[in-house]
């Protein structure tokens, strides 16, 4: 039987794209250093809810890897749009996504902004290297002149219909040319519109404080593992005056290494039995997934209990 029961937020979020949009941005001006794993799945991101971050990021490296392919701009809009849309409508909160080079010329990265818009994301970063891009903490990569990254960015400011939708502009500059070049194309880019500075790779804390002292946007920080830079705490980055922090495939790295140990494991003692404790449960994934809510709503159809589970 139908109850009367609200089915509000339990499909996709009952916190509209405009609302969240504007909680990010008030995130950004408030102060206080936002923080924002990597979501690998729709799954994750209302964990990442839960949990008490601040936001959800959506990485291409991430979104390449998922689909076994590395991060070298294979992957197409339609590809990040459709992923990200369905990790951004599973939680509450605001996500920013990777949007690489914009994915073509100018007028694709303005019909970029415009899709992801669409898709319910709170915001995207476009970063300056050429095409085709890698990951910002390898080497051999190469950035665009600093006039063709600013007409990429314009044509996305100009495609922007929600004025809250947030465009970061990342810079890979500091690994290619210097730190010094890195802040005058972050300041450039915030000339043109952008409303956060993705300073990718710096090396120490002071390259860091050294970005915060010369441009007075919002900045974010990359605290991947395994990359140029050191893995600074919260409290080091809010302190260097950081506005954000993102953790982009730190979900990823941790289920791999627990997915990868799980296998042998299987292989090697022809059972699972050793790992159950470390797995979560299954009433831990129902109760993340509201399957409670879904009984009430339709008895007749959702009547789910944990009755013979074993425990
Ligand atoms: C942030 C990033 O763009 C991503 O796609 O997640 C990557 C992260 C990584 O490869 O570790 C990057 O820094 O280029
Ligand atoms: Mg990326």
């Not at 939708?165 to 194309?185: G, H, K, M, Q």
């Not at 390259?207 to 600074?232: C, H, I, W, Y």
């Not at 627990?258 to 470390?278: F, M, N, P, Y």
């Amino acid at each position: 039987m139908f109850s009367d029961t609200t089915v509000s937020g339990l499909f996709s979020s009952s916190v509209s794209a405009s609302a969240k949009r504007q909680a990010l941005r008030a995130g950004l001006a408030s102060g206080t250093l936002q923080r924002w794993p990597g979501a690998f799945s729709p799954l994750v991101a209302k964990l990442v809810a839960e949990v008490g971050f601040d936001g959800v990021y959506v990485s291409g490296a991430v979104l390449s890897a998922d689909l076994g392919l590395p991060d070298i701009g294979l992957t197409t809009l339609t590809e990040v749009a459709g992923r990200g849309g369905s990790i951004a409508r599973a939680a509450d909160l605001p996500t920013l996504i990777d949007a690489d080079t914009g994915f073509g010329e100018p007028m694709s990265a303005a019909r970029t902004v415009a899709t992801l818009e669409d898709a319910g994301l709170a915001g995207c970063h476009l970063e300056d290297q050429v095409n085709p891009k890698r990951c910002g903490h390898l080497d051999g990569k190469d950035v665009v002149p600093v006039g063709d990254m600013l007409k990429r960015l314009k044509a996305a400011v100009s495609a922007r219909r929600d004025d809250d939708f947030v465009i970061c502009a990342r810079t890979d500059a500091r690994a290619v040319e210097s730190l010094d070049s890195a802040i005058d194309r972050a300041k450039a880019y915030a000339d043109a519109g952008a409303d956060l500075i993705f300073t990718e790779a710096l090396r120490d804390l002071s390259e860091f404080e050294q970005f915060r002292k010369a441009v007075d946007v919002p900045l974010l920080a990359n605290m991947t593992e395994f990359g140029k830079s050191e893995l600074f705490t919260t409290q080091q980055l809010g302190d260097a005056g950081y506005n954000a922090v993102i953790y982009p495939v730190t979900t990823l790295r941790i289920a791999m290494g627990a997915v990868e140990r799980g296998l042998r494991e299987i292989v090697s003692e022809g059972t699972q039995a050793g790992l159950v404790d470390q797995m979560q449960h299954r009433s831990r994934l129902y109760e993340l997934l509201r399957y409670a809510d879904y009984n009430d709503f339709d008895s007749d159809l959702f009547n789910f209990t944990l009755e013979g589970a074993t425990k």
